[in-house]
């Protein structure tokens, strides 16, 4: 009697173990392809974009989180020289002022967005990232009426959670070919028009700069040089297409 009723012991034992072990296996399962989804989910979206393949233009991109004592300069060259760029603005500059982004519009410049402040886009969840994206896109379309559709990370700064939030909020996350580093100490019109005219392969490049009084000196003789070169100056969707 004492024999069986150790060997009914042994048996729910080794029962519970091998319920056991299937319970974990499923988890492991679980677990591999919850992990294998997500990454082949990341794998799939669109990298960020450095350059375009329109061969025929050059796109200008303005980041703009400060620099409006500037700006009207910047935008009376553009005027003079019949050049429309990209101008990708924090929703906080738009909240502060938004009569001198109306004017940005209303000379028929194309908004992209460079989130709602300009932080460390890289170290932030997909939730927040998703929150930065959104609060701009609501103060942008609250003049503008269109929903931009390029964002523009600050400093270039991003992670996983920031392409899957600018992808499900249906942008295109926008980077540069060439950086005007017009924010450095030093960086003089002369410099910033040879930080550009000296690379090669131009066509389809994105050139960022920056509201700052160089730029604005060096825009004339930049957008000359360029367009020697047989090149188009316009806007990032211009390099895109």
Known sequence: ????????????VVAIILILLLIISGVVIYSRSSRDSSVSSYERLEKPIEKGNNQ???A????????????????????????KITFFVTGRWVKEFPELFMTIVNEGHEIGSHGYKHLNYGTLTQKQNEEQIQLAEDLIMKYTKEKPI???????SYNENTLLAADK???KT?????D??????????????????????????????????ETAKALPELIDALLEKNLTVGRVSDVLN
Do not use: Q
């Open 1 to 12: 009697m004492i024999i069986l009723i150790n060997k009914r012991t042994i048996v729910v």
């Open 56 to 58: 025929n233009y050059i």
């Open 60 to 83: 200008f991109a303005c980041n703009v989180d400060w620099g409006n004592e500037v700006l009207p300069e910047m935008l009376t060259v553009l005027r003079e020289k019949n050049i």
């Open 150 to 156: 390029l964002f523009a990370p600050p400093s270039g």
């Open 169 to 171: 909020l249906g942008y």
């Open 174 to 178: 926008i980077l540069w070919t060439i």
């Open 180 to 213: 005007t580093i017009d924010w450095r100490s030093g960086s003089t019109k002369d410099l910033i028009v040879k930080r550009v005219i000296e690379k090669e392969s131009l066509g389809g490049s994105i050139v960022l700069m920056h509201p700052m009084d």
